[in-house]
């Protein structure tokens, strides 16, 4: 059983869900099916005692105890989450009995989760727990937010519109909030906060921006380093999605206390709520990353990290590598690891910075943890400045033997960076029919070729602009991903910037705003760069010594 706080959240096994209520008094149960802004799509995607069904979402009545049945697989696929609702059907508020319980079971009546919502005082409608999509799979979250207006109010902040009292139903073809038709009757309230003889309760899954509880989070055995931090901003942008929603809902009851329509004091009531339930997620998800960030490897740790003291090349290819931290104003105290999957199946671009130099910087910071991330042997670099103003001079400081095999020779400029590109788009088009390198020429290097191309914005307005967008297009998918760096020239606003822009992951590199994927928010990246990349002037000293350590490794097998 997974007993839930405030804020907590959990993964569902379960994809057929039952929710019921445990109060002292009669109470409600509904539902909203909701988009990643939490509002519904229409009011069709309100669940009641007067609406019973909608896709995946059934209310039912039995024995006097209102339940809503879920079938997650036919929720659709527009829909982000399933928000669980509890009302009074009478006079009164939560604040005055014991606190409900809200229930979430699964097949066979085991009980997946429980959340028994703390602090409640004028309410009279609360969201118990939001059942939430994550690519796949769902997780629910313990709410648990208040509304003293009721029923109507709760769902008006989501979006529904609701009739005017005394309006029928019938007449306006909205939904009513009515009593129900028949009584609704809560099981009684446990005794000394302990469980009664139910199984026990299922794991909840938080908003669009979740992450799991240490207690409740799967091992590291199960959830890899990259996976984790995704989900921790997926978490916490859902998190960040309900603070604004809760806030939005609060700022309009504020007008309506500052107008005289509305007692004062609600306002104060809903805004301390909402902060309090982010910072519960906030803390919870700061220590899931705290558990498992002092065992991670290199490639996904800061730079000044202990691990890239003791660093090793691998034997495997890692999970990914990091880029840099997220953070916005709400959440000042979490900083979320951006990790980039490898192999790269995509480009990446990055912007030029604030200062000159940062871009370059931080391309060379991301190429070292590129080659800290993949076996000596795998990969090695072709570096194309085509107006050779980049200040990469530095890759012809090393020894032949180490250029030829894993630097294609050094930077290539002027007419060689031409025949560079054409030699690569070569090698793209072989792979693409299936046939071997050797077949193109001896002495094949690695198989994987992360191509650096310096002054991007000069190169997408040039003469090989064609080629490179076919190389941005088609090259990560067979082994020759491409990091286009804009050091001199600002890449212009044309059609094929904005198209191989539009085919790379965008990064800033200096502090710059990235949205996420769920709900749209935008965070502020800072990169993570080398402290002696000087603007990408000199060779930094790590580059160096991962660079050294794969010659040194390829050596040993000859």
């Known amino acids: 059983m997974t007993e839930l706080s405030s804020g907590a959240n959990a993964p569902l096994p379960a994809r057929r869900l039952t929710a019921t209520v445990s109060c002292a008094v009669p109470v409600d149960v509904s539902a909203l099916i909701v988009g990643p802004d939490l509002r519904v799509r229409s009011d069709a995607d309100l669940v009641f005692f007067n609406a019973p069904e909608a896709p995946g979402v059934r209310w039912a009545d039995g024995g006097g105890r209102q339940r809503v049945d879920l079938d997650l697989d036919a929720v659709p696929a527009d829909a982000q989450a399933v928000l669980i609702a509890v009302s009074l059907s009478g006079t009164g508020s939560f604040g005055s009995m014991p606190p409900p319980q809200v229930r979430l079971t699964g097949e066979g009546d085991g009980l997946a989760a429980l959340f028994t919502v703390p602090g409640l005082g004028p309410e009279k409608a609360i969201i118990g727990l939001?059942?939430?999509?994550?690519?796949?799979?769902?997780?629910?979250?313990?709410?648990?937010?208040?509304?003293?207006?009721?029923?109507?109010?709760?769902?008006?902040?989501?979006?529904?519109?609701?009739?005017?009292?005394?309006?029928p139903a019938a007449e306006t073809g909205q939904p009513a909030m009515g009593a129900p038709p028949g009584p609704a009757v809560g099981a009684p309230p446990l005794q000394g906060g302990a469980p009664g003889p139910q199984a026990p309760p299922p794991p909840r899954t938080p908003p669009p921006s979740q992450?799991?509880?240490?207690?409740?989070?799967?091992?590291?055995?199960?959830?890899?380093?990259?996976?984790?931090?995704?989900?921790?901003?997926?978490?916490?942008?859902?998190?960040?999605?309900?603070?604004?929603?809760?806030?939005?809902?609060?700022?309009?009851?504020?007008?309506?206390?500052?107008?005289?329509?509305?007692?004062?004091?609600?306002?104060?009531?809903?805004?301390?709520?909402?902060?309090?339930?982010?910072?519960?997620?906030?803390?919870?998800?700061?220590?899931?990353?705290?558990?498992?960030?002092?065992?991670?490897?290199?490639?996904?740790?800061?730079?000044?990290?202990?691990?890239?003291?003791?660093?090793?090349?691998?034997?495997?290819?890692?999970?990914?590598?990091?880029?840099?931290?997220?953070?916005?104003?709400?959440?000042?105290?979490?900083?979320?690891?951006?990790?980039?999957?490898?192999p790269w199946r995509r480009g990446v671009w990055i912007s030029t910075g604030i200062m000159p130099g940062d871009s370059a910087a931080f391309a060379w910071s991301l190429v070292t943890r590129f080659l800290a991330a993949v076996p000596p042997g795998v990969a090695g670099l072709e570096v194309i400045d085509a107006a050779g103003l980049s200040g990469a001079g530095w890759l012809h400081g090393f020894d032949p033997v180490t250029s030829a095999r894993l630097l294609g020779g050094g930077v290539a400029t002027g007419p060689a960076a031409a025949e560079r590109l054409r030699h690569l788009l070569d090698l793209v088009d072989l792979r693409r029919i299936g046939g071997q390198d050797e077949d193109m020429l001896s002495g094949a290097g690695p198989p994987v070729r992360l191509v650096v191309i310096l002054d991007a914005g000069a190169a997408v307005a040039g003469e090989q602009a064609d080629r490179l967008l076919r190389l941005v297009e088609d090259g990560p998918l067979v082994g020759i991903p491409v990091l286009l760096v804009e050091t001199d020239t600002p890449a212009a606003e044309s059609v094929r910037a904005m198209r191989i822009r539009q085919s790379c992951n965008n990064l800033s590199s200096s502090e710059g705003a990235i949205a996420d994927s769920w709900v749209g928010a935008d965070w502020t990246l800072t990169p993570e760069v080398l402290p002696d990349a000087a603007g990408g002037a000199r060779a930094p000293a790590l580059f160096a010594h991962v660079l050294g350590a794969h010659a040194r490794t390829i050596a040993s097998y000859d």
């Open 130 to 167: 939001e059942i939430y999509r994550r690519d796949d799979r769902w997780k629910v979250r313990a709410v648990g937010q208040g509304y003293a207006g009721g029923l109507s109010e709760l769902v008006e902040a989501h979006g529904v519109e609701v009739d005017d009292p005394g309006e």
């Open 211 to 342: 992450a799991p509880p240490a207690q409740q989070s799967p091992s590291g055995a199960e959830v890899g380093y990259l996976e984790r931090c995704w989900l921790v901003w997926e978490d916490a942008s859902r998190s960040l999605a309900s603070f604004r929603s809760a806030t939005e809902h609060a700022l309009t009851l504020r007008n309506e206390e500052i107008a005289g329509r509305a007692p004062r004091g609600r306002f104060e009531q809903l805004m301390a709520a909402a902060n309090e339930r982010l910072r519960a997620d906030a803390g919870q998800l700061r220590d899931e990353l705290a558990r498992v960030e002092p065992q991670v490897t290199a490639e996904v740790a800061p730079f000044d990290a202990p691990s890239w003291l003791t660093w090793q090349p691998r034997t495997d290819l890692a999970e990914g590598v990091l880029v840099g931290r997220l953070s916005t104003a709400e959440l000042p105290d979490l900083r979320v690891p951006l990790v980039l999957r490898v």
